[in-house]
């Protein structure tokens, strides 16, 4: 449960519950809800007791700071009947902090050191509200600031351990198998029959994104080695299925695959962007040490850069335009001669939302792919809205790389 | 309510439900309670009973894909006890959809035109999801793909219009006034005596954003012309404070602004980028129509690259480095020059994590515009966080662009 009114009218991103959740499932402990409630002492009861009447742990972040409007530790001592009391611990922690920084300690800071009289103290290292444990029939309430290095701190060196001891939690391990290049429905058809075959506690979610479906296999048990043994397993028994569209696994983004893929071939890459507007190279650059493998991009907006700086004949631009197959092939083939790369890749299409015509309709994209032995093109037919046509231009664009890299090696 | 496994196992972050916050607190209707549950009918049913139990207007994203996984619309069944029929306009969208991109459709893909009996159809533009509206006893149920683009765009264009004339909430206008280059608390110090004279219902909010501070003025009330004009009063009362940081007002991006600017001057802008990689392209091209005014990049992430297409002289990378003064001028210089462009702009530094020395840590980032009569430069320090630098950096060459304009059109 987070509390704030911050949260709830979008004045900030909380990804507190995104981190905790992925910790309490590391560690096998599912989270099954997540609440938001504003700086309201009626909301955050009400939600206090909906949430104990549905399970075993809560954790609370949020409203634990000097301020007026900071109300989770008197809404707590209402919720438990209790009241707070200075903890002499939380005190001496508190002075020792503004001592210092040389400054001088309000009463509001004082204040922070006031506990509710039936919780554990839980020490924050890194700031001056604490954090509290609370057991209450068997089950635990955990209050914590919403200071997100202040929470993590808290969560891995005093919640996390505490809980691990208290309950004792299934395992549950995830594998996540990364496709480009078809369609989410196409694949669960395909892959249906190994859907259904797959062990009860083996639980199988699609998870599309731009141009690519994430399948993640979620298994729980109580033998770690085992999980990890049937994930593969079941993994394999998929993988001649789908072979053709995966190109990573968990955690891979496809500009870090490319990038290893390069990498291992101690091939270089330079691209030359249309459409894509310099985006293909915004994402090759955004993963650490991309300068070992690229080189750069010209952003060839203009058609006499596309004729200036990478070659391209203008009897090409006059016959065929710039969105064509003839033009994309001559950038990319252009780009690598230009920067001496062992690939070239290039876009070229109607991002949109104008400049579309009768033959070539906003949405029309063509891409290619220059390597030492060939250029391999693809036309794309995507939607009418530039931010999308440019996400998934540079997507297919990768796409397309990498099977010409995998072609190129396998010759 | 946000539906989805993904969301409480912490594998995505959940932006939508701060969207749709804003958005809701934008047309002055007051989210109480943010929910997250998983995919599991049981929990969706408990939560969905909680839910309307206490409020007037429950909007629910995700599980309306094609796959088993996604039970939203049967547990929407289920709760409302209806059941599922064809739509023939969704169904019609659907196969368009697919036609369109000559893919085939599958069955999958025809349930999803399947809707509850007792729902309105809210056509998708942009996916194969259709959006729900439902109402009952006097409150409203509204069920969204949780794909974020399609979501924003079912909200913008069909939902919030309904709910405005279903509801009436009291009239909120907002007016924003974004400024760059001067700190939140020193703009706050600057500002307070304004801030202070502002009447009861004007609030004013800081929502500073890499670099920039913006100054969002919300006024609450029931003549609309009266309050448009109010805000009108007070951004012209504080303006001659803080003139000189302003660039822009509400939706105004630096981008679009800059973009203006160059089309009045009929001016024309190149770029050549090291450290951003092509992000400062991409985010001018980002605009419809940059082409007007915008050329083209020359990414030159290898030193090669700087020299051979930039003109940079070896020696001065040899001498001073490729982050330095010398060089980052040169490649402005160079990039106008090779694009006959009215200005040039560059970027050069260590954008981290890696790569960092004593002499240039982590963050030093040099700048450069190169416009018709001098070259501008200008040194950043800035974060060890390479993302937040890349983002950064493109603000601060925009901005010392737009100060460059003003200059050369000044004389």
């Known amino acids: 449960m987070t509390i704030g009114d911050e949260i709830l009218f979008g004045q900030i991103t909380d990804t507190n519950t995104q981190w905790i959740g992925t910790e309490l499932t590391n560690v096998g402990i599912r989270a099954t809800r997540k609440t938001s409630v504003g700086d309201n002492a009626e909301d955050i009861l009400a939600a206090l007791g909906e949430a104990l009447a549905r399970v075993d742990l809560l954790i609370i972040t949020g409203g634990l700071g000097p301020t007026k409007d900071d109300i989770t530790k008197h809404t707590l001592c209402k919720f438990f009947d209790t009241e707070l009391e200075i903890n002499e611990d939380a005190l001496q922690l508190i002075s020792d902090f503004f001592n210092r920084r040389g400054r001088p300690m309000t009463e509001l800071n004082r204040q922070q050191a006031a506990l509710p009289k039936n919780c554990t103290y839980l020490q924050n290292d890194w700031g001056t509200a604490p954090g509290m444990w609370f057991e209450i029939d068997g089950k635990i309430v955990v209050s914590l600031p919403g200071v997100p290095f202040e929470m993590k701190n808290l969560m891995t060196q005093r919640v996390l351990p505490r809980l691990l001891t208290f309950f004792k939690p299934p395992i549950i391990r995830h594998k996540v198998i990364r496709t480009i290049g078809i369609g989410e429905s196409t694949l669960a058809e395909m892959i249906e029959f190994w859907e259904d075959s797959l062990p009860q ?211």
Chains 1, 2 share one sequence.
């Not at 072979?243 to 390069?262: C, R």
């Not at 907006?301 to 092939?329: C, F, R």
């Not at 309709?361 to 792919?369: L, Q, S």
């Not at 931010?387 to 995998?406: F, G, P, R, S």
């Open 201 to 411: 506690h083996i639980r199988l979610a699609y998870l599309p994104h731009f141009g690519q479906v994430r399948l993640r296999l979620t298994a729980t048990g109580d033998d770690e080695n085992q999980l990890a043994s049937e994930l593969a397993y079941e993994t394999e028994r998929i993988m001649p299925v789908i072979k053709k569209w995966v190109y990573g696994y968990d955690h891979d983004e496809m500009e870090t695959v490319v990038g290893k893929l390069l990498m291992t071939q101690h091939a270089t890459l330079s691209t030359a962007e249309s459409c894509t507007g310099g985006f293909v190279a915004h994402k090759l650059t955004s993963i650490p040490g991309a300068s070992r493998y690229f080189t750069g991009s010209v952003v060839a907006y203009d058609n006499d850069v596309k004729m200036n700086t990478l070659g391209v004949p203008m009897a090409d631009l006059l016959d065929y335009g710039a969105v064509s197959e003839q033009t994309v092939s001559t950038m990319a083939e252009g780009v690598r001669k230009l920067m001496h790369t062992t690939y070239g890749i290039a876009t070229s299409g109607v991002a949109g939302p104008d400049g579309g015509s009768p033959e070539k309709p906003v949405g029309t994209i063509w891409i290619a792919c220059a390597s030492p032995s060939r250029t391999t093109t693809r036309m794309l037919t995507l939607t009418k809205h530039r931010a999308v046509n440019i996400e998934l231009t540079a997507t297919y664009v990768l796409d397309l790389l990498m099977k010409c890299i995998l072609e190129e090696v396998a010759q």
